[in-house]
């Protein structure tokens, strides 16, 4: 595996995104632009509030950083990778992070197909391959307070960088490979497998999507109604050549699968999210897009998230996967 492997997610923000951020019940941490475009990477507003050495790269180093609003960014600085995002979240005056707010329209997409997929349902399990900054996890548990989330992140800094945030109390955070991951006898099956993993050079390693993986998940770690969601990026031709393999390997796993488009995604640069089911397999785009929009409903009368699901999901399509020969 290479040394420059980074089991944690890189995500890409622009501006659009200010308005569209996931916040619940219209509480004081509205967003606005001035606090959003704070956070750039040249934002002289920046204050250093963590710092560790990446353990896997030590040339790198693992920053959170304090800027305007509330909002503090993760970052990987330096080393083979030179400079990435991981991660965005935003904390109240006291330095508690609000967990209803989720900034990544990709997350944003995940959390929409996890919400659909448990309809939500009182208790239900997560498991998060690949930690970031903890958004995704903090704004699930938010609202499956009495579910099982489990976490498996590769960095020691990152998981370093949540202790400030107490973000173990409300997350069972294993350090180790998440390829690796195994589910003990002890320990009950998922109903949601999120993967969202890229190395250095902003690539899903191949691993990550090849069949062995996939078909260990949904065997040994999803139980029989669960639902494996996965991100990639796309935006050019060997990011786009990934998404087609892993969409040939899941339809083969799950015998068919979706995908749903990151609202805010570009032709040069997004987000697709894969998304495989141990559940009877839909016959049509159509009856897709009408089973998770009812489901997304459902979920949204149980829960009252902020998120749109129904908006985003309407975008799902059936996975049509040609066989190689």
């Not at 960014?73 to 006291?94: F, Q």
């Amino acid at each position: 595996m290479s040394p420059i492997l980074s089991l944690f997610t890189v995500f890409s923000f622009s501006i659009s995104t200010v308005n569209s951020l996931a916040v619940a019940n219209n509480d004081a941490s509205h967003p606005d632009t001035i606090s959003w475009r704070a956070t750039s990477g040249t934002a002289t507003s920046a204050k250093l509030i963590f710092s560790s050495p990446s353990s896997m790269d030590p040339a790198a180093t693992l920053e959170v950083k304090e800027r305007a609003g509330g909002w503090r960014t993760v970052g990987l600085v330096g080393g083979k990778t030179k400079s990435i995002y991981h991660g965005i979240y935003r904390v109240d005056k006291h330095g508690v992070p609000i967990a209803n707010v989720l900034a990544s329209k990709n997350l944003q997409t995940m959390a929409s197909v996890a919400f659909a997929s448990t309809e939500g349902k009182e208790k239900a399990s997560f498991l998060y391959l690949g930690l970031g900054a903890g958004a995704l996890p903090s704004f699930i548990h938010h609202y499956f307070r009495d579910s099982r989330h489990v976490a498996v992140e590769l960095d020691e800094a990152v998981v370093l960088a949540t202790e400030s945030i107490r973000l173990k109390d409300r997350i069972d955070i294993r350090t180790g490979d998440a390829l690796n991951y195994c589910r003990s006898p002890s320990e009950e099956c998922f109903d949601c497998i999120f993967v969202d993993i890229f190395d250095g050079a902003n690539l899903l390693p191949i691993d990550f999507y090849g069949g062995q993986f996939v078909e260990r998940l949904r065997d040994d770690i999803l139980k029989p109604t669960g639902t494996l969601i996965q991100n990639f990026h796309t935006g050019n031709k060997k990011l786009g050549s990934q998404l087609d393999d892993a969409k040939e390997v899941f339809s083969r796993s799950f015998g068919r699968c979706y995908a749903v488009r990151s609202p805010d995604s570009k032709p040069n640069a997004g987000n697709t999210i894969l998304v495989g089911s141990k559940r009877d397999p839909y016959t049509s785009d159509e009856a897709l897009r009408e089973a998770l929009s009812a489901a997304a409903e459902n979920a949204q009368r149980e829960l009252n998230f902020a998120i749109d699901s129904s908006s985003i999901l309407a975008g799902a399509r059936l996975v049509h996967a040609v066989l190689q020969s």
